[in-house]
T-cell receptor, first 112, second 113 residues
Framework: GENVEQHPSTLSVQEGDSAVIKCTYS??????FPWYKQELGKRPQLIID?????GEKKDQRIAVTLNKTAKHFSLHITETQPEDSAVYFC???????????FGPGTSLSVIP | EAGVVQSPRYKIIEKKQPVAFWCNPI?????LYWYLQNLGQGPELLIR????????DSQLPKDRFSAERLKGVDSTLKIQPAELGDSAVYLC???????????FGEGSRLTVL
């Protein structure tokens, strides 16, 4: 089955710097890669996603890149702000109707 | 539009007691998921429903866990009997066909003493 690995497990950056979180997946047939943000005590919420027919996607300060050959995808947050502090989960899904498998998470701290 | 609703938000029980969690998905979402989330870890899939059919329950510990989704809408996850290691947050999520985006509920935090 699908397995998703995520690095680093913790990340601290100064406010205004960039943050990068990297994930790898095992099943080359996976075709959908969402990223979720979970603040302490709250539900995970989708912040951006990418499908396998696209190499990069941006939404304001957030971008995701996908390398299908290497089975890698990454989250990039620019101009980080204290409110970006949270746990970020990458995930992968095989098909439209298949299960979503999550990575172990990255705890991001943005230091003012 | 109401999001995914779960209850109870918090539950404290003694080991060997039963417990049940309820989930009401977003209207029109055919797919419903139950995930388990331990502290500091990512959500782990327990069971996935397509309408009323459980299409993936390979990770559900069937000796003590059970789930149902009557009429393809609300779902209930039950644990009987609960063990200390079951202490976690139980997340329900739903998705619709077009985008496949998962929408999560607030979760039910279980503490087993």
């Amino acid at each position: 089955g699908e397995n998703v690995e995520q690095h680093p497990s913790t990340l601290s950056v100064q406010e205004g710097d960039s943050a990068v979180i990297k994930c790898t997946y095992s099943d080359s047939a996976s075709n959908y890669f969402p990223w979720y943000k979970q603040e302490l005590g709250k539900r995970p919420q989708l912040i951006i996603d990418i499908r396998s027919n696209v190499g990069e996607k941006k939404d304001q300060r957030i971008a995701v890149t996908l390398n299908k050959t290497a089975k890698h995808f990454s989250l990039h947050i620019t101009e980080t702000q204290p409110e970006d502090s949270a746990v970020y989960f990458c995930a992968a899904r095989l098909f439209s109707y298949d299960k979503v498998i999550f990575g172990p998470g990255t705890s991001l701290s943005v230091i003012p | 539009e109401a999001g995914v609703v779960q209850s109870p938000r918090y539950k404290i029980i003694e080991k060997k007691q039963p417990v049940a969690f309820w989930c009401n998905p977003i209207s029109g979402h055919n797919t419903l998921y139950w995930y388990l989330q331990n502290l500091g870890q990512g959500p782990e899939l327990l069971i996935r429903y397509e309408n009323e059919e459980a299409v993936d329950d390979s990770q559900l510990p069937k000796d003590r866990f059970s789930a149902e989704r009557l009429k393809g809408v609300d779902s209930t996850l039950k644990i009987q009997p609960a063990e200390l290691g079951d202490s976690a947050v139980y997340l329900c999520a739903s998705s619709e066909v077009v985008t496949g985006e998962l929408f999560f509920g607030e979760g039910s935090r279980l503490t087993v003493l």
